[in-house]
Each structure stands twice: as structure tokens, then as C-alpha cells.
């Protein structure tokens, strides 16, 4: 199976820097996703890491650990609007096809 | 637009009724993703289908049954629905013709079902 943890809820302030971080436990680990999904909306792509380091995309970044099972998305300069909950999600091969794993999913609350 | 498209976008029935959601992934992609969710919760995966065979299950209820057509499209049925089942089903695709160059899932926009 695959396990996959993040924090259930995070607080922080408009403009500041926020991290969620996110552990996996996986066999045929094939990359390391991000999304953002707003209250009653379909979760949307973020980011994509498959190798070690650091990936950045405007204000939003993802580091991924392979060995470690580790990976954070770094929020920069936050605004009301990333009040939202943050899912890791990985990608899993198996045979000839992938198989996507999503964790529960970090609630942000951003306040003024 | 992500491409995938779910109908209905609404739906609204009784406790022991039958109902069948549909997908249709982006084209080209292979890999067909049920999610449920429901109020404030995560996503709960039920069932994946990789050109038209089923090949991951996931606590998927006796009364869910899904499938993936020739075309590519799925649908899943709910049956003897109870208020339980009130939730968003999501589904996903992923995976071009070449597994090997697949990126990430995308999301269709979702069926709210309202089970009163």
C-alpha cells in the first residue's frame, strides 16, 4: 500500500511564507505532485517533482526527498485567495501503467 | 478546462434509488480515476480503469459498480443510494497513448450528489 501524511490544517497570515509538508511511504515512486483545491471545486495541478531539489513556479516551489519519502510546497508572499487545502499526491508505477495516491489533503486558512 | 468532462453536474435523489455518473477523460488518456469526497473531507479513492480494464480498487462499496467503454468514457453506477452516499465524485485521467510520457491527472469539475 501507500501512505502518504500531511497536516490536517494550517493557519497563516496574508503575506507571509508557509510550508506543508507531506511524507510518503511507496513502491514504484514515479513523481511527486501538488494541488490546490478550492471548497466544492475540482483540485487543480500545482507542481511536479520526480528528482531530488527544489522546483519553483512564481510564488509557489516544491522540494522533494526521494530517499527521505519527503516533500514540502513552499508558499510565498500568500494572499487571501490560496486559502484552500493543499493535496500531495504520488504517482506510482506499477507493471505498465501509473497509479496516482492522494493524501487527505492540508486545509490553508489565510487571514488578513 | 482541464479537459475532463462529467455529467451531471448536479443530482439530486431518494434513499434506494440508482443513479449513473459519466466521464469522459481528456483525449488520448487512458487512465480513468473515481474519487468520492465528501463534506470537508479528503479524497477517498474508488476505482481505476486503464483502457477499458479495471486495475486498482480501493474501498469501493458492493453497491458502486463502475466501467470504462470502448471509447474511453466511464460511468459509474450508484445503487440503493443512501444518505451516506451525499458527496462530490470527482474523476481524473491521466496517461497518453505512451504511459512513459504521462504528466499529471487532471480533474473534471465534479457531480454533486444530494441523496435525500
Known amino acids: 500500500g501507500q501512505n502518504i501524511d500531511q497536516p490536517t490544517e494550517m493557519t497563516a497570515t496574508e503575506g507571509a511564507i508557509v510550508q506543508i509538508n507531506c511524507t510518503y511511504q511507496?513502491?514504484?515512486?514515479?513523481?511527486l505532485f501538488w494541488y490546490q483545491q478550492h471548497a466544492g471545486e475540482a483540485p487543480t495541478f500545482l507542481s511536479y517533482?520526480?528528482?531530488?531539489g527544489l522546483e519553483e513556479k512564481g510564488r509557489f516551489s516544491s522540494f522533494l526527498s526521494r530517499s527521505k519519502g519527503y516533500s514540502y510546497l513552499l508558499l510565498k508572499e500568500l494572499q487571501m485567495k490560496d486559502s484552500a487545502s493543499y493535496l500531495c499526491?504520488?504517482?506510482?508505477?506499477?507493471?505498465?501503467?501509473?497509479?496516482?495516491?492522494f493524501g487527505s489533503g492540508t486545509k490553508l486558512n489565510v487571514k488578513p | 478546462d482541464s479537459g475532463v468532462t462529467q455529467t451531471p453536474k448536479h443530482l439530486i435523489t431518494a434513499t434506494g434509488q440508482r443513479v449513473t455518473l459519466r466521464c469522459s477523460p481528456r483525449?488520448?488518456?487512458?487512465?480513468v480515476y473515481w474519487y468520492q469526497q465528501s463534506l470537508d473531507q479528503g479524497l477517498q479513492f474508488l476505482i481505476q480503469?486503464?483502457?477499458?480494464?479495471?486495475?486498482a480498487k480501493g474501498n469501493i462499496l458492493e453497491r458502486f459498480s463502475a466501467q470504462q467503454f470502448p471509447d474511453l468514457h466511464s460511468e459509474l453506477n450508484l445503487s440503493s443510494l443512501e444518505l451516506g452516499d451525499s458527496a462530490l465524485y470527482f474523476c481524473?485521467?491521466?496517461?497518453?497513448?505512451?504511459?512513459?510520457?504521462?504528466?499529471?491527472?487532471?480533474f473534471g469539475q465534479g457531480t454533486r450528489l444530494t441523496v435525500v
Open positions: 481524473a485521467s491521466s496517461g497518453r497513448q505512451a504511459p512513459l510520457r504521462e504528466t499529471e491527472a487532471f
Open positions: 511507496t513502491s514504484g515512486f514515479n513523481g
Open positions: 517533482n520526480v528528482l531530488d
Open positions: 499526491a504520488v504517482r506510482a508505477q506499477k507493471y505498465n501503467f501509473n497509479k496516482f495516491y
Open positions: 483525449s488520448g488518456d487512458l487512465s
Open positions: 480503469y486503464y483502457n477499458g480494464e479495471e486495475r
